[in-house]
């Protein structure tokens, strides 16, 4: 063969879509996914997020219809994010057994009692303030959150949670969870950590979505953006803690930190396409920049690729009723 001319072809497998399917490496599914739901008391029809297009607050009289929507398009679990009207400065609510929390769970696991549906353990929007605990000299008190997350748990989990997923950034919360669990009889509810949770611009759109009274930042608590090593830090504590999978929040800017924990642990592993990453894909399809479609599958398999077991996305339901 002639020096000019390359030996090594890998066209030859990619010369029309069935070389391609039969060769591609990385797939994702529904199995894969998780759809994250903002539920809202004491309304009575849909309300749009006006920065997530197509994604809307779902009135709590309306949940058990949506749930059951859910699963005949394929959906296999919920994320779910309570929108209250009963705050207070240490998020109460959450640990009530007839408050949001449980009510959300108890809700979804009657209707379609097969959807796995976890339940965000924190306080943002419980709180008066906006901050994922309990204030003491204007900074968040760890320890003390840490008490009340352990009763959030297990409210949820006595509602019916399959899977309680902490994020309210807490140094020791996955264990203060664990023992809080077994302590009440729920040693077989697991503990999806979001182990390692930036501080990230990226949560813009979320703050409408959940109706966030946040005035300032939760730098103190979540982590640097520009944080490797510590991010890998962080998720291993919480699998010494006991957590039974972990997370990477936001997804899309942090596949490094995916690939890293991935490297690191054997644990199950989600990463969550977060509000404003959901937002750019769709306002960009607005403007005609993308084809959201190719774009969506694009970033999800990018997240699978860099190892991801699990992914986080408002772009679920689309996908189920796609066919994905």
Not at 169 to 182: E, F, H, P, T, W
Not at 218 to 225: C, G, H, L, T, V
Request: glycine content about 8%; charged content about 25%; some cysteine.
């Amino acid at each position: 063969m002639s020096s000019q001319f390359p030996e090594a072809r890998p066209r030859r497998l990619r010369r029309n879509a069935s070389l391609r399917s039969l060769f591609q490496e990385t797939e994702f599914s529904l199995n894969d996914l998780v759809l994250p739901i903002f539920v809202e008391e004491e309304i009575d029809d849909f309300v749009p997020i006006n920065s997530m297009p197509g994604v809307m607050r779902i009135p709590e009289s309306k949940l058990a219809g949506e749930i059951e929507r859910y699963a005949r398009a394929g959906i296999k679990s919920v994320m779910t994010f309570g929108v209250s009207h009963h705050l207070d400065s240490s998020g109460s609510d959450t640990w009530n057994e007839n408050g949001l929390v449980s009510r959300m769970s108890r809700i979804a696991k009657d209707a379609v009692p097969e959807m796995i549906v976890m339940s965000d353990t924190c306080f943002c929007e419980y709180t008066d303030h906006g901050h994922c605990g309990v204030l003491h000299h204007h900074e968040v008190d760890n320890d003390q959150t840490l008490i009340n997350l352990g009763k959030q748990a297990v409210a949820a989990a006595r509602a019916g949670a399959d899977v309680i997923a902490p994020s309210a950034a807490m140094d020791g919360q996955v264990q203060a969870i664990r023992r809080a669990l077994d302590e009440a009889g729920f040693s077989q509810t697991a503990i999806m950590a979001y182990s390692t949770k930036f501080a990230s611009a990226l949560y813009g759109p979320f703050r409408e979505a959940g109706g966030s009274a946040l005035k300032g930042d939760r730098k103190s608590y979540q982590m640097n953006p520009m944080n490797r090593r510590e991010a890998v830090r962080e998720s291993l504590l919480d699998e010494q803690e006991g957590a039974d999978a972990l997370m990477v929040k936001p997804a899309g800017a942090y596949l490094d930190i995916i690939r890293d924990i991935r490297e690191a642990s054997r644990l199950p592993l989600s990463a969550y396409q977060v509000s404003g990453e959901y937002a750019m894909i769709k306002f960009a399809a607005q403007a005609g920049a993308i084809d959201e479609d190719r774009v969506v599958r694009e970033s999800l398999g990018a997240i699978k690729r860099a190892g991801a077991d699990l992914i986080f996305t408002y772009f679920a339901m689309d996908l189920a009723l796609a066919g994905i």
